[in-house]
Each structure stands twice: as C-alpha cells, then as structure tokens.
C-alpha cells in the first residue's frame, strides 16, 4: 500500500506562489500517474492536475493552465504542484492520489494522501 504525504500549504496573499510537494512510500509509486485534487469548504473534491509515470504527459484543469505546473522526481519518490500567481479562489486543500493512468477522473484514483491547506488571502 502506498502512504502519501502532502506538504507545502500555507497562506498567501494573492498573487503569491506555494509549492507543495507529495511524498510517496513506495517505489511502486514510480510506475503510478500521480493527480492533484482540491477541496473548498461546501464544494465538492476536484481535479487540478495529473502526470504520468515518466513525467512525460502532464493535464491540467482550466482553471489552473498556464498558472500552476506539475512535475516528479521518481528518484525522490515526490510529485510536486507549482502554484504561481494565486487566486483567493484557489483556496483550498490539495491532496495527491496515484492512479494507473493519469486522468481527470477522481474514482481512478486508489490511494490518497491526508491533505494540506493552501489558504490565499485577497
């Protein structure tokens, strides 16, 4: 079973950048597509992005293209979530989930992370 462990949240003023990182257990982690989601308060958990296992193939969701950018190191087993020029709106806590292959689709997703809390102030 692969244990994750997301890191990185803080708060922000808007315009800022974070970048978390998720930290894998396993080396199986190397040969799973690892996806980033978010959860606001009262909304439902949501796709951000998602990369494959060689890092190659990378999607985004359109709320986040051109500001945030997804990258891994298989060697240190850690997936990472660039965050540039945040918006109170992308208030909310991020969590990585690995997955067989890399989609938008939350249930492909098998094991996830406890989440962290990226908070950005207006």
């Known amino acids: 079973q692969v244990q994750l462990v997301e890191s990185g949240g803080g708060l922000v003023q808007a315009g800022d950048s974070l970048t978390l990182s998720c930290a894998a257990s396993?080396?199986?982690?190397?040969?799973?597509?690892v996806g980033w989601f978010r959860q606001a308060p009262g909304k439902e958990r949501e796709f951000v992005a998602a990369?494959?296992?060689?890092?190659?193939?990378?999607y985004y969701a359109d709320s986040v293209k051109g500001r945030f950018t997804i990258s891994r190191d298989n060697a240190k087993r850690t997936v990472w979530l660039q965050m540039n020029s945040l918006k109170p709106e992308d208030t909310a806590v991020y969590y990585c989930a690995t997955s067989r292959i890399a989609t938008m689709n939350i249930r492909a997703y098998n094991y996830w992370g406890q989440g962290t809390q990226a908070t950005v102030s207006s």
């Open positions: 990369i494959n296992w060689s890092g190659i193939n990378t």
């Open positions: 396993e080396r199986t982690f190397t040969a799973s597509a």
